[in-house]
């Protein structure tokens, strides 16, 4: 970020073209490494344009249009490491957990339905099945 001097104080707004699939994530992962004001743009690129909106189509220069100086930029860190399951055997601690009872976790699956089903009726894009016990809440 600071190659692109976005500081991680900035007002950040973020969008994707179909609405939802990845920007919710790109918003997540800004705000995990410690951005502070991180929006996700309602309507998308797709609301964008068809309102008839001014786009850009080109290289994008270092600096071209945002502040020069000053800024936080060292601040994007991990700042709640908990939020991260990075390791397969705690997925697999978790789904024994809720295959037990446990209420106090529960493992969620968004994408879409099709792909949350059964593997063999869908295509191999989508990586269907599903974590046990985990639930589908698609985008």
């Known amino acids: 970020m600071r190659e692109l001097k976005v500081p991680r104080d900035s007002k950040i ?30 309507g998308g690129m797709q609301k964008w344009t068809g309102e008839g909106r001014p786009t850009f189509s080109g290289p994008y220069e270092k600096g071209m249009g945002l502040v020069q100086d000053g800024g936080d930029y060292d601040g994007y860190n991990v700042h709640d490491p908990t939020l991260l399951v990075d390791d397969v055997t705690k997925m697999h601690d978790l789904a024994g957990k809720l295959h037990s009872g446990c209420q106090v976790s529960q493992i969620l699956d968004s994408r879409p339905s099709a792909a949350y089903g059964n593997f063999a009726q869908i295509s191999e894009d989508l990586r269907g099945g599903n974590i046990p016990y985990s639930l589908n809440v698609p985008f």
């Not at 918003?27 to 410690?34: L, R």
């Open 13 to 42: 707004v973020v969008y994707d073209y179909t609405g939802m699939f990845a920007v919710a994530r790109v918003a997540w992962m800004f705000k995990f490494f410690g951005a502070t004001d991180v929006s996700i743009m309602r």
